[in-house]
């Protein structure tokens, strides 16, 4: 028997999907996450569905190690070296046209303070010719300058490095030969490749901010698997949606920034497809947090940048909105209003329905009060909730907030509710994108209990609740896909656009990328590349990737008249305009290698036994209904609420009115009354 295995760390609870290779059977299990030491957790939980590590045969891991270090300000310390005169690109920054109007807009606090910015000789022009040498005697004496004042990485950005790396790349070799493997020297170049200055100097320090902690967190995981007889490479969740090993992870840690919340992404685009749905809402609500992502078209929503905590990032990155809402949000009183989160109990104490010490009223102990967990079998039996315990948290803010304990339950839950509909609407409605249109894909610990709820907060008439909900975005892993992404920076307006000379780049790009996917492991036959070209009007300072069909496509006839439309159409899709008769300019090549593995073919779930586990009295709407309480395992056919719907992994909230369907592949499909 082979095993394949994917496991996802999160804020309350790591979650861990295997997939038997022979019977396709597949079992997900969790264990609590362990702060102090992650690869505790990580074990605890492969123990409960894998007694030996040596029968697995593919293994991936989606981490949180970088983002979390970014979120608590626990970061490596980064000297910035960058070019003569430059040196306050990163401090300056970008002005935000986006809230110029907003009084309360605070630019994010850079993670590099001035007096770690150090400058040094050497000057390309825009065409990457020199104009300047490199001074390596002064990069030798920002050597000394880590050494002696303990710097933990170097971020090395120099003027132009996107149109010819020379410098940084001389740079880099006098770095490591001055400082050896202890520190972590990252060039802006490596991690990105495009122009504007300032988003690339705020990637590579990014990089060199989270990098060292992923990479001993990564160092020390295939360290103790190795130990326990792994003899597979562990493979890493990327921000993209795509797989790499985990020697390459190391390299360039920045791509594993969002690494455990885009697993659910790419299961919403294994679920879409398992459907027949080519749009879906993905809703990640778990202990801390509440993740939304798009799947357009079949394919997840990818953008060719983003903005993390106010900073910006030039990387492929799966469009996601996340918010401080879950399970373990705590509710409190302000100015003599109920608020929700962000502030979470997490995992230790917890909620104070888990009995390890909480006394603050979260989500969770709202819905233990209104009857909509079972208390028994939370998490599959692991946890018995102290439903005393959440009503006396609930009923302490209820008696500050002079409110009734069940009509401040359903406020908390109604509260947190709106704001996880408006994080939806940011990336939806915000974007001209109708959510109506979409079906919601919820998932997470939390997310098939308010699901429901959410939907028709935004008129949304279908709800999909995987199998394995709480343990969703690990099983998305095992379907994500090897990925590469190249960039080369191509300005050209369209009047002297050289057709042939742009498919040749092209070219050279596809045979870059195909290698770096052998590089990973992929063979030949499992091997294809994407191609596409940024592009924008002549004037303009943003643009849009448009997909080209095949690398020699822009030698061909016509091809300018067919982008340009192709261009119009996705401006039109985008800004609700466009202007087909003004010339257009191209900005930037881009080639994403995929490498597919044979598909996890589960089996259809195994129905037997009484579904009726019992029943409860659950509050809707301020009113109390006898709710049978189901086991989903013995679960089939059509089900009408009210019901309550409960697994290892989840609890799903059926409310009445609605309709819950199994499907053939065991996902609860629930028609949501308006």
């Not at 509440?290 to 929503?301: I, N, Q």
């Not at 609930?394 to 409110?403: D, G, I, M, N």
């Not at 109708?434 to 959410?454: D, K, T, W, Y």
């Amino acid at each position: 028997m082979s095993y394949r295995v994917a496991m996802d760390i999160g804020g309350t609870f790591t979650d861990v999907v295997r997939y038997d290779e022979t019977t396709g059977s597949v079992v997900a299990s969790k264990a609590s996450t362990t702060p102090h030491d992650l690869a505790e957790g990580v074990f605890a939980a492969l123990g409960r569905v894998v007694d030996d590590p040596s029968r697995i045969s593919y293994f991936v891991h989606g981490t949180t190690q970088g983002l979390n270090a970014l979120l608590e300000r626990k970061g490596a310390r980064v000297l910035l070296l960058a070019g003569t005169g430059a040196g306050d690109v990163y401090r300056i920054a970008r002005g935000n046209r986006d809230r110029m109007f907003d009084l309360r807009y605070r630019k994010p606090v850079p993670l590099v303070p001035g007096e770690d910015v150090a400058e040094v000789d050497g000057r390309l022009d825009w065409r990457g010719e020199e104009l300047v040498p490199l001074d390596e005697d002064g990069v030798r004496r920002a050597a000394r300058r880590v050494r002696e004042e303990g710097f933990d990485a170097v971020a090395v950005c120099l003027l132009f490095s996107y149109a010819d790396p020379r410098h940084e790349v001389r740079a880099g070799e006098i770095l490591r030969e001055e400082l050896g493997e202890d520190v972590l020297v990252v060039l802006s170049h490596e991690v990105a490749r495009e122009w504007r200055e300032y988003e690339r100097t705020s990637s590579a320090v990014l990089e060199a901010y989270t990098g060292p902690v992923v990479r001993r967190y990564l160092a020390e995981i295939e360290r103790r698997f190795a130990e326990r007889g792994l003899g597979v490479p562990v493979h890493v969740m990327q921000s993209s949606g795509g797989l790499v090993n985990a020697a390459y992870a190391r390299r360039r840690p920045l791509q594993t920034l969002l690494s455990g919340p885009v697993g659910g992404t790419m299961g919403g685009v294994a679920a879409a497809r398992l459907l027949g749905r080519r749009n879906a809402i993905c809703v990640d609500m778990g202990g801390t947090s509440f993740d939304v992502s798009l799947v357009v078209d079949g394919r997840p929503d990818v953008s060719a940048e983003a903005r993390i905590e106010g900073h910006p990032v030039l990387m492929p990155i799966v469009n996601l909105h996340t918010i401080g809402a879950g399970g373990g949000s705590i509710a409190y009183a302000e100015a003599g209003a109920l608020r929700v989160g962000p502030e979470s109990a997490g995992a230790v104490p917890g909620p104070a329905c888990y009995g390890r010490g909480g006394t603050r009223p979260t989500v969770t102990d709202a819905n233990v009060v209104l009857g909509r967990v079972d208390p028994e079998w939370f998490a599959g039996g692991l946890m018995n909730l102290d439903v005393e315990a959440a009503g006396a948290a609930v009923a302490t803010l209820a008696e500050e907030l002079s409110l009734d304990p069940l009509g401040l339950a359903e406020g908390i839950c109604a509260v947190a509710n709106a704001k996880m509909a408006q994080a939806i609407r940011t990336l939806t409605v915000e974007h001209g994108v109708e959510p109506r249109e979409f079906s919601l894909v919820a998932f997470g610990g939390a997310g098939a209990m308010h699901a429901v709820f959410i939907a028709r907060e935004l008129g949304i008439s279908e709800v999909v609740v995987p199998r394995f909900p709480g343990a969703f975005s690990a099983w998305g892993m095992l379907e994500a896909e090897v990925r590469r992404d190249l960039t080369h920076p191509y300005f050209r307006p369209q009047d002297v656009l050289d057709g042939a000379d742009m498919a040749g780049r092209l070219a050279d790009l596809e045979a870059e990328v195909l290698e770096a996917l052998a590089e990973q492991g992929v063979p030949a036959e499992r091997r294809r590349v994407e191609h596409a070209v940024d592009m924008r009007y002549e004037g303009q300072d943003y643009t849009l990737t448009i997909p080209l069909r095949e690398a020699g496509e822009p030698a061909g006839p016509g091809f300018l008249a067919e982008i340009a439309a192709r261009f119009a159409e996705a401006h039109t899709s985008r800004y609700g305009h466009a202007t087909p008769e003004a010339p257009v300019e191209f900005v930037m090549l881009r080639s994403t290698g995929l490498g597919s593995f044979p598909r996890a073919a589960a089996g259809a779930p195994d129905v037997t036994g009484e579904a009726a586990a019992a029943v409860r009295d659950v509050v809707f709407d301020g009113a109390v209904h006898r709710t049978p309480v189901l086991r989903r395992a013995h679960l089939d056919g059509e089900l009408a609420g009210p019901a309550i719907v409960v697994e290892e992994t989840a609890t799903t909230v059926v409310p009445p009115g609605c309709l819950a369907t199994v499907d053939d592949n065991g996902f609860l499909i629930v028609k949501v009354d308006q």
